[in-house]
Each structure stands twice: as C-alpha cells, then as structure tokens.
C-alpha cells in the first residue's frame, strides 16, 4: 500500500539559510500534519492542514510556515535556520471520516526529512 | 490536560525472552484514543495499534499483545518470544475527543534494546 511520502530524506543547511520539505499524503488522505522530534526525544505537534485549510497549530515557530495544495500534497517553510531546528520532520496523514475529529483518526508518519543545520 | 507517561527509558532482554513496556495516561476527557509507534533504528514512526476509550477488550496481533485498563489508566504493550528485530524505540500516544485537537501527545517513548 502507498505510503507518505516526504522529500528530501536529509538535508543540511547552513545557519539563516531557508529549507523546504515536501510530503505527500496517502492518496484519499485529507489531513497532513507536521512534527518535529528532536534527538532523543518525542515527536512534537507543529501545524496541520484540512482540505487544504490550517487546521490547528501546535508548538511551531514564526520563522516556520506550511501549506498545502489542491493536490493535497504539503510543503514546511523554514527560515532563518537555527542550530536548534536539526531535527527529524514527519509528515503525517490521515483520512478524516464524517462526524469524527481528526485527532481521533490514526495518522500514518512517512519515513522522515532529518534535517541539520550547521 | 493530557499526558502520556512511560517510566522505562530504556529496556535490554535477551532474545526470546517477553518484555512489557508501560504506558499511562493522564486526561479529563471520557472519550479518547489511545496510539502505539514503533521507531526502529532507520528513524520512521511505524503505527501498531489504535484503541479508543470505549473498547477494553486486549488485542493480540501475532507476539505483540496491549493490555488497557480503564481502572489505572494503563495501555501497556506486551511483546512475546522477542526478537532482535524488535529493537526499536517504542512510542505510546493519546487523543482526546474533548479537546478536538488535531496533535496526538506522545510520551517520551521507551527504548527497547533485544539483546542476541
């Protein structure tokens, strides 16, 4: 079964550079959501999107921003990078069923962009 | 507020042998919904299982078996006859329906070494 799908797999960056990391939902999928987990530690909620909207927002910076597009698919906009956002970035997805809450539905985690900055 | 605990950081058996990893939750809500992920070495989050709050009943999927008890608050994760591939960090998350929240909270996750 096709999995989320995030691109790149790794990426280095200098400090102040921007990055961009892609994911693509699970097809039918409607919801994406974004995650940050430091070294050695838990996953953390950032931002996610339903059809196409913001839907809720966690823990993420103002030098971070998100969308996603008609195709579904998400793109996470860092800028000013700092030594402290080396950190591996999921994408999640899940498909939301009528009458229930997306926090409910299990999300599914691509493999991960480890991003790290230098 | 909702919280997620997992005592045992990190965990060593030897091949073979059963090990439990615990897990307990925190939530004011009546309705939830309890998660279990596996992180092997590669770094992907691998989803396990998904309960909400209503349903008690243990599930057994081949070695891997969860326990959850209203009464504690508990979602514990059995694996059986252990194997070196089972080697992972393992991650125990919640939900809350009350809250509407899109996040799941994850607990810091226990690290789980099978030893050859």
């Known amino acids: 079964a096709a999995g989320v799908i995030q691109s790149p797999r790794h990426l280095i960056k200098e400090k102040r550079e921007t990055a961009t990391l892609k994911c693509y939902p699970i097809p039918r999928h409607d919801t994406v959501y974004w995650y940050q987990q430091g070294p050695g530690q838990d996953p953390q909620f950032l931002i996610s999107?339903?059809?196409?909207?913001?839907?809720d927002k966690g823990s993420i910076p103002d030098r971070f921003s998100a969308q996603q597009f008609s195709d579904y698919h998400s793109e996470l906009n860092m800028s000013s990078l700092e030594l402290g956002d080396s950190a591996l970035y999921f994408c999640?997805?899940?498909?939301?069923?009528?009458?229930?809450?997306?926090?409910?539905?299990?999300?599914?985690f691509g493999p991960g962009t480890r991003l790290l900055v230098l | 507020a909702q919280k997620v605990t997992q005592a045992q950081t990190e965990i060593s058996v030897v091949e073979k042998e059963d090990v439990t990893l615990d897990c307990v939750y925190e939530t004011r809500d009546t309705t939830y919904y309890l998660f279990w992920y596996k992180q092997p070495p590669s770094g992907e989050l691998v989803f396990l299982i998904r309960r909400n709050s209503f349903d008690e009943q243990n599930e057994i999927s081949g070695r891997y078996s969860w326990n959850f008890q209203k009464s504690t608050s508990s979602f514990n994760f059995t694996i059986t006859a252990s194997q070196v591939v089972d080697s992972a960090v393992y991650f125990c998350?919640?939900?809350?329906?009350?809250?509407?929240?899109?996040?799941?909270?994850f607990g810091k996750g226990t690290r789980l070494h099978i030893l050859p």
């Open positions: 998350a919640l939900s809350e329906r009350r809250s509407r929240d899109d996040k799941i909270i």
């Open positions: 999640a997805s899940s498909l939301v069923s009528s009458g229930r809450f997306r926090g409910q539905e299990t999300q599914y």
């Open positions: 999107f339903y059809e196409k909207m913001q839907s």
